[in-house]
């Protein structure tokens, strides 16, 4: 393992500390904190940071009382699972596209876990008297279902566990019928090339319905899906108006983006706002 020159030997022990924790959890499919305190004669808060920073790593995944490892022979992480990996970034990404929403508004959002974080500050801002929101998540669904001034649709069709959606079909004559103003969507990958893609077709079809529907596509896909490609595209890079994300977006694709003529806005988390990548000239901020 290669550590930095200036290191302290106490930093350096912790990120040798955390590899064997990562090989345990690997190697045995899970651990326990006060197993691991023990084995490494630490205290439990040194493990539960430990563990922390391992889950930022996506090397595992921490569950009551230690963590469990992640099963990547899997096509996709299951919800409970992604809803916790960049939690602070999707926190402020589903603020900056909650912010969007216009009453009397219909908008469509897919079952990511982002989109998730838009509904929850939807239902929190309040105020609504007419909003009509289509969605093929169960877990959107339910955290918006009965909230005053907001109607929500749910997509028919057949039940992913993994991904808690509605997929297949069977709910696109819905799009036929109706007028949507914004797609909010989420994406297992985002390149220049094969634009914003998912780890199934089954969920990729579904959202080409929703790209088709709506007036306007909004990108809500935190720094780590971006330069990387997922098995099916779903939008083409043409197709998205704005793309929300975080500080850590790769900022020669974020230049490149911006100078095809999409609207690139980076969550600013220090201020509470947004910036808005220019067209060569750097980001300039905006109100959030």
């Known amino acids: 393992m290669t550590v930095p020159a200036s290191a302290s030997p106490r930093e350096v022990f912790a990120r040798e500390r955390q590899e ?78 909650a912010a969007l929403v216009h009453e009397g508004e219909s908008i469509v959002m897919d079952a990511s876990t982002t989109a998730l974080s838009v509904a929850r500050h939807l239902k929190a801002r309040g105020g609504w008297s007419q909003l009509t929101v289509i969605t093929n998540g169960l877990r959107l669904a339910s955290e918006l279902a009965g909230h005053p001034g907001i109607i929500v649709l749910l997509l028919g069709g057949r039940v992913r566990w993994e991904a808690l959606s509605v997929v297949g079909q069977l709910g696109d004559g819905l799009f036929g019928r109706i007028n949507v103003q914004k797609a909010f969507l989420g994406a297992a990958g985002f390149t220049l090339e094969s634009g914003l893609s998912d780890a199934t077709d089954e969920e990729a079809q579904i959202k080409r319905s929703m790209v088709a529907a709506a007036r306007e596509v909004i990108a809500i896909v935190d720094h780590t899906k971006w330069e990387r490609a997922a098995f099916a595209t779903f939008c083409p890079t043409d197709k998205v108006g704005i793309v929300l994300t975080d500080q850590r977006a790769p900022a020669q694709m974020v230049q490149a983006l911006a100078a095809r003529g999409v609207d690139v806005r980076l969550v600013d988390p220090d201020q509470a706002a947004v910036q808005t990548a220019g067209h060569g000239s750097g980001a300039t901020r905006t109100g959030g």
């Open 20 to 97: 064997h924790i990562a090989r345990i959890v690997e190697e045995h499919g899970r651990a326990r904190v006060g197993d691991l305190a023990a084995q490494f004669h630490v205290s439990a808060v040194t493990i539960r940071k430990d563990l922390l920073a391992l889950e930022t790593e996506h090397r595992l995944v921490r569950a009551h009382g230690g963590a469990i490892a992640i099963d990547r022979s899997r096509p996709e992480l299951a919800f409970e699972i992604r809803e916790r990996l960049q939690g602070d970034e999707k926190q402020l990404i589903g603020a900056a596209a």
